[in-house]
């Protein structure tokens, strides 16, 4: 049951926490913490776990920023070794976003807030007015920034490591006041920041909510539309659209189930009545087909004929563009929801209208995250250090990764998973991306809620709307995210080059530029980091340290559309698709 939830909203405990190391060694040489009133400065993790990790904190959150990638490391070695503590972990990737230490009757919990604020810690401290301290180093040499950490005065260590716990420290309370102020709650992560304010002040009625028909939609749920048109253009245009997944929230949204049919009524294809169709389709010659086909977890927009599960965006518009419904199996019919669209056009009223910084990204965070948690997924990995018997009833031998850990892939209840409307939402997404590209002369490239074009667009600074971002004078689209733009800023009064290749460390300023030519031609970049906690695991091992890695970009695999040699494409045929 996706619930309202009517209870008065609590004030959380918490404290900020930060790690100073030597680069390489790992060698530890402050661990500080701020509770609001009073910074400490501990030696050692065992004197920072035996400081506050006490009965008197029993149930405090410590927050540490991109804590569940790097700090949280050392406390995981120190709580193995002393064997004083019981650990469980939830993971997302190779994050530990939240981390429950118990000891007896006491349980504290560190949490990872990146996953409150996706930015910068420098970034975040600009926004509350208090600029990050610390050395002025060029990050990107090595030497410098590990002779600085090594051979900084102590002093100077505690001054930038207390000014860094007190802007994450601030900026979580600044956080938490715009949200009481509006009917939410602080929770660990903006995602379920977004869901207990959604519940507590904007859902009216409950939703019924059930795993068999979230199974059934979750085959039409599709990532975004990312494709390369063609591999170069000049004299273009980049543009986004404004909170693209909020402004898909506007329209109705599918609430509860009201019918099971196994025909196509007229009545539902005024785009205004939710629902969802098993059908068999076929998608007609076309150089930008509407429909996403899904094939060993990958997404193409072919052409041809196949059965799926849709949602009724998407048959609406294959009708629209001359497609055509071979045969109907069954449709789902919802009840309309509008809930969401109050809550969007709320907070994105509140963001325009609001003249502090900090505010305006509040609310810019609580837009774009809520319409994930409806497809959050109910398999959760975690990871148990020192376990008790109570804990080893339930997992089996197998699950030991090493002495005194244990892997484990649980199966959690999540009330508030309603599949449909996430779908919903990134469906009306792509169509909303779709048909802006479909007014364009030419396009080139598209991401999520933006693309290149020859054409010019009117701007608008409302929901849906386009922002032009980038003028492009060169533009290269080696891949989906794997990107070079040359150009200017949009006034055309700055000269910039663009480079982006996701999931790839470039690094700043020339150095980027360097590794994406490495990348673009093919071959491998090496990069020295520290290890993820599930690499270490798998050489039985807890320890902070260093790994040094290598990536390229696989291009021997099916790209998304069908490319000549002079860079132009053309879709796929279904037919056609063959995953090796």
């Not at 049951?1 to 009517?6: F, S």
């Given at each position: 049951?996706?619930?309202?939830?009517?209870g008065k909203a609590k004030l959380r405990n918490y404290s900020t926490y930060d790690l100073e190391w030597v680069p390489g060694t790992y060698e530890l040489r402050i661990?500080?913490?701020?509770?609001?009133?009073?910074?400490?400065?501990?030696?050692?993790?065992?004197?920072?776990?035996?400081?506050?990790?006490?009965?008197?904190?029993?149930?405090?959150?410590?927050?540490?920023?991109?804590?569940?990638?790097?700090?949280?490391?050392?406390?995981?070695?120190?709580?193995?070794?002393?064997?004083?503590?019981?650990?469980?972990?939830?993971?997302?990737?190779?994050?530990?976003?939240?981390?429950?230490?118990?000891?007896?009757?006491?349980?504290?919990?560190?949490?990872?807030?990146?996953?409150?604020?996706?930015?910068?810690?420098?970034?975040?401290?600009?926004?509350?007015?208090?600029?990050?301290?610390?050395?002025?180093?060029?990050?990107?040499?090595?030497?410098?920034?590990?002779?600085?950490?090594?051979?900084?005065?102590?002093?100077?260590?505690?001054?930038?490591?207390?000014?860094?716990?007190?802007?994450?420290?601030?900026?979580?309370?600044?956080?938490?006041?715009?949200?009481?102020?509006?009917?939410?709650?602080?929770?660990?992560?903006?995602?379920?920041?977004?869901?207990?304010?959604?519940?507590?002040?904007?859902?009216?009625?409950?939703?019924?909510?059930?795993?068999?028909?979230?199974?059934?939609?979750?085959?039409?749920?599709?990532?975004?539309?990312?494709?390369?048109?063609?591999?170069?253009?000049?004299?273009?245009?980049?543009?986004?659209?404004?909170?693209?997944?909020?402004?898909?929230?506007?329209?109705?949204?599918?609430?509860?189930?009201?019918?099971?049919?196994?025909?196509?009524?007229?009545?539902?294809?005024?785009?205004?009545?939710?629902?969802?169709?098993?059908?068999?389709?076929?998608?007609?010659?076309?150089?930008?087909?509407?429909?996403?086909?899904?094939?060993?977890?990958?997404?193409?927009?072919?052409?041809?004929?196949?059965?799926?599960?849709?949602?009724?965006?998407?048959?609406?518009?294959?009708?629209?563009?001359?497609?055509?419904?071979?045969?109907?199996?069954?449709?789902?019919?919802?009840?309309?929801?509008?809930?969401?669209?109050?809550?969007?056009?709320?907070?994105?009223?509140?963001?325009?209208?609001?003249?502090?910084?900090?505010?305006?990204?509040?609310?810019?965070?609580?837009?774009?995250?809520?319409?994930?948690?409806?497809?959050?997924?109910?398999?959760?990995?975690?990871?148990?250090?020192?376990?008790?018997?109570?804990?080893?009833?339930?997992?089996?031998?197998?699950?030991?990764?090493?002495?005194?850990?244990?892997?484990?892939?649980?199966?959690?209840?999540?009330?508030?998973?309603?599949?449909?409307?996430?779908?919903?939402?990134?469906?009306?997404?792509?169509?909303?991306?779709?048909?802006?590209?479909?007014?364009?002369?030419?396009?080139?490239?598209?991401?999520?809620?933006?693309?290149?074009?020859?054409?010019?667009?009117?701007?608008?600074?409302?929901?849906?709307?386009?922002?032009?971002?980038?003028?492009?004078?060169?533009?290269?689209?080696?891949?989906?995210?794997?990107?070079?733009?040359?150009?200017?800023?949009?006034?055309?009064?700055?000269?910039?080059?663009?480079?982006?290749?996701?999931?790839?460390?470039?690094?700043?300023?020339?150095?980027?530029?360097?590794?994406?030519?490495?990348?673009?031609?093919?071959?491998?970049?090496?990069?020295?980091?520290?290890?993820?906690?599930?690499?270490?695991?798998?050489?039985?091992?807890?320890?902070?340290?260093?790994?040094?890695?290598?990536?390229?970009?696989?291009?021997?695999?099916?790209?998304?559309?069908?490319?000549?040699?002079?860079?132009?494409?053309?879709?796929?045929?279904?037919?056609?698709?063959?995953?090796?």
């Open positions: 049951m996706l619930d309202l939830i009517r661990c500080g913490v701020y509770d609001g009133e009073r910074y400490f400065a501990y030696k050692s993790i065992a004197d920072f776990l035996t400081g506050q990790l006490t009965s008197a904190n029993r149930g405090r959150w410590f927050y540490a920023h991109a804590g569940g990638m790097a700090d949280i490391q050392f406390i995981f070695d120190e709580i193995y070794k002393s064997n004083d503590y019981y650990l469980s972990a939830s993971f997302s990737g190779s994050s530990a976003i939240i981390v429950n230490v118990h000891q007896g009757k006491n349980v504290w919990h560190f949490v990872d807030s990146f996953w409150l604020f996706r930015d910068s810690l420098a970034n975040i401290g600009k926004s509350i007015g208090i600029r990050k301290t610390g050395p002025k180093i060029n990050e990107a040499n090595e030497e410098e920034v590990k002779a600085w950490y090594t051979n900084a005065p102590l002093y100077e260590l505690v001054d930038y490591n207390k000014n860094d716990c007190v802007i994450l420290w601030k900026a979580i309370s600044e956080f938490e006041k715009y949200l009481l102020s509006i009917g939410g709650q602080l929770q660990k992560t903006i995602a379920s920041c977004a869901m207990t304010l959604f519940r507590r002040s904007y859902l009216v009625k409950p939703i019924e909510t059930n795993k068999g028909l979230n199974d059934i939609v979750k085959k039409s749920y599709y990532a975004s539309r990312v494709e390369v048109f063609n591999s170069h253009c000049e004299n273009a245009r980049y543009y986004d659209i404004n909170s693209s997944f909020p402004y898909a929230m506007t329209f109705s949204q599918p609430g509860n189930l009201l019918e099971i049919l196994e025909t196509l009524p007229d009545y539902l294809l005024d785009d205004k009545q939710p629902f969802f169709a098993d059908v068999s389709i076929t998608v007609p010659d076309m150089y930008c087909p509407p429909i996403p086909y899904r094939i060993e977890n990958r997404i193409f927009f072919p052409t041809g004929s196949w059965r799926a599960w849709l949602t009724g965006i998407d048959v609406v518009l294959l009708l629209q563009v001359g497609g055509t419904i071979d045969k109907v199996h069954e449709v789902l019919v919802f009840e309309p929801l509008h809930d969401l669209s109050n809550y969007a056009m709320d907070l994105y009223t509140k963001r325009k209208q609001s003249v502090d910084h900090f505010e305006r990204i509040t609310y810019k965070y609580l837009l774009n995250s809520l319409y994930g948690k409806f497809a959050e997924s109910e398999f959760k990995d975690q990871i148990h250090i020192n376990p008790g018997l109570d804990v080893l009833q339930k997992l089996d031998r197998d699950n030991m990764v090493m002495p005194g850990v244990w892997y484990e892939e649980r199966e959690a209840k999540i009330p508030h998973q309603h599949v449909p409307i996430s779908s919903y939402i990134t469906a009306r997404a792509r169509k909303t991306l779709y048909d802006y590209m479909s007014q364009s002369d030419e396009f080139h490239y598209c991401d999520t809620d933006g693309f290149s074009t020859d054409s010019t667009y009117d701007e608008s600074p409302e929901l849906g709307g386009l922002k032009l971002e980038k003028i492009i004078h060169n533009g290269y689209f080696y891949h989906p995210k794997i990107y070079k733009l040359e150009g200017a800023t949009p006034d055309g009064k700055q000269l910039r080059t663009w480079v982006k290749a996701k999931g790839f460390s470039l690094g700043k300023g020339h150095e980027s530029h360097q590794r994406f030519d490495t990348l673009v031609r093919g071959l491998e970049l090496e990069i020295n980091r520290m290890c993820r906690i599930r690499e270490n695991l798998r050489d039985n091992n807890l320890k902070p340290r260093d790994v040094k890695i290598t990536k390229r970009v696989k291009f021997d695999t099916i790209p998304k559309r069908f490319t000549y040699p002079d860079g132009s494409t053309r879709p796929w045929h279904r037919d056609e698709i063959v995953i090796d």
